[in-house]
């Protein structure tokens, strides 16, 4: 089931027109893009794949967002949140990072790949892809937020550009907001009615074999068939491409940071978290490995 527009939400395909955030939240003026680097940045081959694929897939949050509004109707307080406050925030990512990559790259015709890559991710952004049981789902929603935060704390190390760095650290921090909403939110719904910890484990698994087969994939297909001239080798093909992005962030992903973060869910006692940290990490990035 795809997003629905309504009077608050960003209609698919467009950017900009979010609501306003709350006081002291950066907003998209706040970014400097006319001091944007530019020789510092065009010629940076996987930025370019890297950025252009996460703009993409932050302007359809949207999407998502009217799904778990959904599949949290019972609990007004999470359902609101994730309509007025989750959704905007993600939006604001997908705009500010369209402003930055139009700006650095202007040739590359961002509207027609996007609504290329929309048309084939909304069909798989359904509410059945999401787990029945509540407390589930948001277990796997702190998983794509410890993803989103590695991801994004990784570009930021990878960025030379003063610009980006801001914009790429003011993300990151979003996604840490985020992942602590989903986790007190879990708390909260597994003091209601507990869960064991081999179900939560089994989540936890689940979902981080999943991000190999992420969003991003689908992302960086459509940037690929779209980038006309820009970063031209006849000879390159679509998957030498994707496996040097992937091993590059792979690679680079704060492994000690994922890791702490990934044990929250299971409300472990701290010397035991403390104990299963080196296990899991290696666990970890085992799985991620390309």
Not at 35 to 55: C, H, K, P, T
Not at 64 to 69: D, V
Not at 105 to 113: E, I, V
Not at 119 to 137: G, H, I, K, P, W
Request: aromatic share 12%; proline share 5%.
């Amino acid at each position: 089931m795809t997003a629905t527009t309504s009077p608050n939400r960003v209609p698919q395909g467009t950017t900009g027109h979010y609501t306003a955030q709350p006081r002291g939240h950066w907003k998209i003026d706040d970014i400097p893009y006319h001091r944007i680097d530019r020789a510092a940045i065009e010629g940076n081959e996987d930025l370019f794949y890297l950025l252009m694929s996460a703009s993409f897939v932050e302007t359809g949050s949207d999407t998502y967002a009217a799904n778990l509004g959904e599949h949290y109707a019972q609990y007004p307080q999470i359902s609101d949140w994730l309509v007025q406050e989750w959704e905007h925030e993600e939006l604001q990512h997908g705009a500010s990072l369209r402003r930055y990559v139009e700006t650095v790259w202007p040739s590359f015709p961002w509207q027609q790949a996007y609504d290329s890559f929309f048309a084939e991710y909304s069909q798989l952004c359904t509410v059945e892809e999401l787990f029945s049981d509540r407390r589930l789902e948001m277990v796997a929603r702190c998983v794509v937020e410890t993803g989103t935060t590695a991801y994004y704390h990784t570009l930021r190390e990878l960025s030379h550009e003063p610009v980006l760095t801001q914009l790429l650290g003011h993300i990151r921090n979003d996604e840490v907001g985020h992942f602590k909403h989903f986790l007190s939110y879990f708390k909260t719904l597994q003091q209601q009615a507990p869960i064991g910890r081999a179900r939560i484990a089994g989540a936890l698994y689940s979902r981080l074999k999943e991000l190999r087969e992420s969003d991003s994939d689908v992302a960086l297909r459509h940037v690929f068939a779209h980038k006309g001239a820009l970063f031209c080798t006849p000879e390159r093909r679509f998957e030498d491409v994707a496996q040097r992005i992937y091993h590059l962030i792979s690679t680079g992903l704060p492994a000690d940071m994922a890791v702490r973060m990934l044990l929250k869910p299971l409300l472990l006692p701290p010397r035991l978290e403390g104990y299963l940290r080196g296990p899991i990490s290696k666990l970890a990035c085992k799985v991620l490995a390309y």
